[in-house]
């Protein structure tokens, strides 16, 4: 500590970018280091050293250039940063030696030059930072504390304190002996009569970060958490940490952020000891983690608390064990005991304390979900574990990642509140309505005088679609701009328009095709409210035409020959099946006397459409397969089996309801693998449909009133 060294160092720093208040904001490397000896006990100062650094990139800004008077020619010949950093070791050792001295701590007129600079190039390079690095004292706040009227600690600059003690200007001009020198001079100042100050507010430096866990009770300042976006999928805490290098992460302050799927969305939560910290951090908006450059933005407390916040006693006592390694596995056989995963690691990679270090995620009834977390006392370990990926256990191949505290929370609290069919109650206390007003939804029809925008800005509301749409915004229908939300209850980047005639919209996807809207082009095609109902089912509508989705109808129960086991009634509230921001129904258009303003609908589709639209929109972010996706089966909404045969030719729609005339029943299946096929689904449904080849014998009937039945239409993909 300080307060117990014999000495300080001054030190200073700059990099071939910016400096002063900007230094470390636009990652470039050290170029100069200048450091000199002050004696605390004896007031005497050491020799003044100045080193030039070689950094892997020779580019000097304009304004580096101008600031420092170096040239590229002079950084070619110098040291690079680990030999001058052994340099500076040796320099201060052999003076302290000569003065008599054992310790000394670091001085610097701002932290930056340490946590923004020093730091952060330092973990790029795999270097390994002296233990002198690692605490430092600010010369701006030891001098706020003998002045405090100076003026905050922020807008301190070393030619004002100069001034406000009555210190003449350091008369040097060479860029960092004109630092150090000023620096000496407040120090040699401060430590006489009348102040006699003593250097006791020690910074310091975190080796690395402390996994932990987060209650949803404890408080957490806003003014401590960043977002940063863009990250890897496969980067874990300690990653996101090492990003962060130099700066103070409060314990378990990293959430890996994941999306409706369960899985990573390229998104964390980042919160640090104070707001000090947090303000660095948002200086390296924009810096790289490998080839990628990462965003960095504010966030709130209860963001974090959301993401990181968990109130599971299985999971605190299971976090509770410092400094482990977690690992994630997926895929687990559901008979899979703890000996055998113990086993399936093997010797090579012990789990912390055995079977006690391993935690099974279940679903709210008991049944295993197939994933499990393991704690690994080490490095060596994990990796050791992370090298049986794929490997197979029992008759399934199992998949290991790098895991985080807040991701255990979060899966655990994600499938402790899946809904359960058969948790429900059989009907609401409040009965609600399936869907919104149908007055409001357009009649289908075949007329193609609406048009779709594809690829619309998430952000873009109605005054950016009515001025996207220029001179053509008069010939919209009032009430007619639909748009279409996610799975998540966010804009999709789809809308549909209803124009006032066919040949309107054909002058709209002309002209309006491929135009920009906030630095994005939007994609403009003609259609029909018919077709548009097929695109919200799944269907895709491009210029090449119009492509049927995999199923026109709403999934159908098993015929007659499984009416011995029929579907249970079940009205399920929308609450137990959509999140609350798809249960917005738009008000019904009102009467005026004068032409109405355009207004802003989120379009909900037709009963049997709604389940289709929301498969059919994703997150925005890729999904790696990282953490899992839920699988959720749900009853059919009232009135969907009618609608969908009532939606057939007469004599197709006979045919059916005489071979189905059973309620049907909507099955979804969420988080199947991309490569799924048809095959596929109906071997996992195995049993509850007949072969087709004894359909014929049932009932004669069209191609069209077939595929009511056809096993592969059951499903929609």
Request: glycine residues 6%; charged residues 20%; aromatic residues 8%.
């Amino acid at each position: 500590m300080a307060s117990h060294s014999d000495t300080l160092v001054v030190f200073f720093g700059a990099t071939a970018g910016a400096n002063g208040g900007k230094l470390g904001s636009d990652e470039r490397e050290i170029i100069l280091l200048v450091w000199q000896i002050v004696d605390l006990h004896e007031k005497k100062v050491g020799k003044l050293q100045r080193c030039l650094v070689k950094p892997d990139t020779l580019e000097l800004t304009d304004q580096c250039k101008e600031e420092t008077g170096l040239t590229l020619e002079d950084l070619v010949k110098a040291e690079p940063l680990d030999k001058v950093l052994q340099q500076f070791q040796q320099s201060v050792s052999s003076e302290l030696k000569c003065l008599g001295r054992s310790s000394y701590t670091l001085c610097v007129n701002s932290p930056l030059v340490i946590r923004q600079a020093l730091h952060p190039e330092a973990s790029k390079k795999n270097l390994v930072l002296p233990e002198c690095f690692f605490s430092f004292v600010d010369a701006r706040k030891e001098f706020h504390k003998c002045c405090p009227n100076a003026g905050p600690v922020q807008k301190l600059e070393l030619a004002s304190m100069l001034e406000y003690v009555g210190l003449p200007a350091v008369s040097e001009q060479m860029m960092g002996v004109r630092e150090v020198s000023s620096m000496v001079q407040l120090t040699l100042h401060i430590l006489a009569e009348p102040y006699n100050h003593e250097f006791s507010c020690v910074e310091t430096v975190k080796y690395k970060f402390d996994s932990g866990t987060c209650s949803k009770t404890e408080p957490v300042d806003s003014e401590t958490v960043i977002r940063a976006r863009g990250l890897p999928w496969q980067s874990s805490d300690q990653d996101i940490a090492r990003f962060f290098k130099g700066l103070s992460i409060a314990k378990g302050g990293v959430a890996l952020c994941l999306n409706a799927q369960g899985r990573r969305n390229g998104e964390a939560l980042v919160r640090f000891i104070n707001s000090e910290h947090r303000d660095l951090a948002l200086e390296r908006h924009k810096h790289h983690m490998g080839s990628r450059y990462i965003e960095v933005y504010k966030a709130t407390g209860e963001e974090f608390l959301k993401i990181a916040g968990g109130t599971s006693n299985e999971v605190a006592q299971f976090l509770s064990k410092e400094n482990q390694v977690i690992i994630r596995m997926r895929g687990l056989p559901f008979t899979a005991t703890p000996q055998e995963v113990v086993s399936f690691l093997g010797p090579e990679s012990p789990v912390t304390d055995g079977t006690e270090g391993l935690l099974f995620v279940k679903y709210p009834d008991g049944r295993p979900t197939g994933d499990a977390f393991v704690l690994f006392s080490c490095e060596e370990y994990a990796q050791n574990a992370l090298k049986k990926h794929k490997q197979i256990l029992g008759k399934r191949y199992i998949e290991l990642f790098r895991s985080t505290a807040a991701e255990v929370q979060q899966v655990l609290n994600r499938y402790m509140s899946t809904p359960l069919i058969s948790t429900l109650p059989p009907s609401p206390i409040v009965p609600v309505p399936v869907l919104a007003s149908p007055s409001f939804l357009p009649a289908a029809s075949s007329t193609r005088d609406c048009v779709r925008l594809r690829g619309l800005p998430y952000t873009a509301g109605i005054e950016d679609i009515l001025e996207f749409m220029g001179e053509h915004t008069v010939d919209i229908k009032p009430h007619g701009v639909h748009m279409v939300l996610n799975q998540q209850g966010r804009p999709s980047g789809d809308a549909f328009i209803q124009m006032k005639s066919s040949d309107k919209a054909f002058m709209v996807a002309q002209k309006c095709h491929k135009k920009t809207m906030k630095d994005r082009y939007v994609e403009v095609f003609q259609c029909s409210t018919e077709e548009m109902s097929i695109v919200l089912m799944g269907g895709t509508l491009n210029r090449s035409g119009l492509s049927p989705p995999p199923c026109k109808l709403p999934c159908l129960s098993p015929p007659t020959a499984y009416a011995a086991f029929p579907t249970p009634p079940a009205i399920l509230s929308e609450a137990a099946l959509y999140q609350p921001p798809l249960l917005a129904a738009p008000r019904p258009p009102q009467t005026t006397t004068h032409s109405p303003a355009h207004t802003l609908a989120y379009y909900p589709p037709h009963p049997h459409l709604y389940m289709n639209m929301n498969m059919n929109y994703t997150a925005y972010y890729p999904s790696p397969p990282v953490s899992p996706s839920t699988v959720s089966y749900f009853a059919a909404p009232p009135g969907a089996m009618a609608a969908a045969v009532a939606s057939q030719p007469h004599h197709a729609a006979a045919a059916a309801s005489s071979v189905l005339p059973q309620p049907g029943a909507l099955v979804r299946m969420q988080g199947l693998p991309y490569n799924t096929g048809v095959k596929d689904i109906l071997s996992f449904f195995q049993g509850y449909q007949y072969a087709p080849d004894e359909y014929s014998g049932m009932v004669q009937m069209s191609e069209q009133a077939r595929s009511l039945i056809q096993p592969k239409e059951w499903l929609c993909l």
